[in-house]
Each structure stands twice: as structure tokens, then as C-alpha cells.
């Protein structure tokens, strides 16, 4: 049971470059979260899935767009690449079957944008 | 709209010491609360949750954390700080409803040998 899965784990771009950032979670949930983590500024979430099919966006979406694969997978796109978008990502998913609807973490994706 | 404040951006403490990180919320009824521990190149773990029920909670690690009404806080404690819990923390809470948490803005620990 892998959990919440990243890949890649650091990534360096040029600005104007495109990205795909991709998520996995093995635990059957139905919601999936990207956010992004920068000093000082705690966590941040840029979209989210409540189920397979749908998305929202969530406080920082410009910039970024999202896939909900299946269940279990959900990518973040970045289609050109600023350097404002220098951060740490992380994927999250929770099961709304929970009553505590906690969040399960990946290990994060450490961007850098040139 | 709910909020959650840790006023500690950074809390440095001796190893074996007590610790204390504190965490207020605004909103109307009880949320669910919950604490995230962050180690240095990590994803969030969770420490310790509450709903309802006894407002003293346990979690891993030896932490355990105290849900006051009155205050609007749910306070992360441990008697005795070992050097590996250097790591940033956060507070969190759910609206009964919701799946969308609200973070605070998380509290480093620093822990001297």
C-alpha cells in the first residue's frame, strides 16, 4: 500500500516551459487535492476533485490546470512555466466515506522555475 | 468563512523540554480539528484528530493536543521534545460538511541538543 504517490520529485524549467505533474493515490478515496507550499505562506490549494469526473478550482488556480484521470490518478499542468510558480506541490486525497475526512499527503514535487 | 491562526511562526526548544504549539480557530460550531506534522523534504503526516468526545486526544509520537470551546483552540503539547520532532507543524479544521480544510500557516520547531 504505496498511499499518495509524486513523481517527479524535483523538476527544473524554463520560463514558457510546459509540465505535467502527476498524482496517484492506491486507497480507494474519492477526493484529490493539489497544493502548493511556499515560505511563509503555508499550504495553498490550486484545484480539487470531489469524485471522479468533476474539479474546482480552489484559492490559487491561474496558471494551472487539472485532470482527473480516474479514480485514482489526478494530474497538475502547467502549461507555461513562470517563475512565480517556483514552489513545492503536493497531492492529497481523503475519503469523504471517512467522518473525519482527514487528508493523506504525498512527498511533494520541488519545482524550480528559471 | 472559517479561519485557523498559529500565532508561532517559529518555536526553539531544548531537547527533553515541554512543548506547547498553539492553534485558534473562528468559526461558529465545532469543527473537526486536526494536526500535521511536516518533516524537512516530507508530505504532511497526521498527528492527532477531534471531533467530539473526550477533548483531550492522543496521537502518535507521544503528542497529544486539547480542544477548549471556550478559547477556540485546539493547543498541540508534548512533556518531552526529542530532536527528530524538528519539523514544521500545521493546524487544521473541516467544517462538518466539507471536505476542503483550512490550514494555518504552520509553526517551525527548532529543537537545541
Known amino acids: 500500500n504505496a498511499g499518495v504517490t509524486q513523481t517527479p520529485k524535483f523538476q527544473v524549467l524554463k520560463t514558457g516551459q510546459s509540465m505535467t505533474l502527476q498524482c496517484a493515490q492506491d486507497?480507494?478515496?474519492?477526493?484529490m487535492y493539489w497544493y502548493r507550499q511556499d515560505p511563509g505562506m503555508g499550504l495553498r490549494l490550486i484545484y480539487y476533485s470531489a469524485s471522479e469526473g468533476t474539479t474546482d478550482k480552489g484559492e490559487v488556480p491561474n496558471g494551472y490546470n487539472v485532470s482527473r484521470l480516474n479514480k485514482r490518478e489526478f494530474s497538475l499542468r502547467l502549461e507555461s512555466a513562470a517563475p512565480s510558480q517556483t514552489s513545492v506541490y503536493f497531492c492529497?486525497?481523503?475519503?469523504?466515506?471517512?467522518?473525519?475526512?482527514?487528508?493523506?499527503f504525498g512527498p511533494g514535487t520541488r519545482l524550480t522555475v528559471l | 468563512a472559517q479561519s485557523v491562526t498559529q500565532p508561532d511562526i517559529h518555536i526553539t526548544v531544548s531537547e527533553g523540554a515541554s512543548l506547547e504549539l498553539r492553534c485558534n480557530y473562528s468559526y461558529g460550531a465545532t469543527p473537526y480539528l486536526f494536526w500535521y506534522v511536516q518533516s524537512p523534504g516530507q508530505g504532511l503526516q497526521l498527528l492527532l484528530k477531534y471531533f467530539s468526545g473526550d477533548t483531550l486526544v492522543q496521537g502518535i509520537k507521544g503528542f497529544e493536543a486539547e480542544f477548549k470551546r471556550s478559547q477556540s483552540s485546539f493547543n498541540l503539547r508534548k512533556p518531552s521534545v526529542h530532536w527528530s520532532d524538528a519539523a514544521e507543524y500545521f493546524c487544521?479544521?473541516?467544517?462538518?460538511?466539507?471536505?476542503?480544510?483550512?490550514f494555518g500557516r504552520g509553526t517551525s520547531l527548532i529543537v537545541h541538543p
Open positions: 486507497m480507494n478515496h474519492n477526493s
Open positions: 487544521a479544521v473541516l467544517v462538518g460538511g466539507s471536505y476542503i480544510p483550512t
Open positions: 492529497a486525497s481523503s475519503s469523504r466515506s471517512s467522518s473525519y475526512n482527514e487528508q493523506f
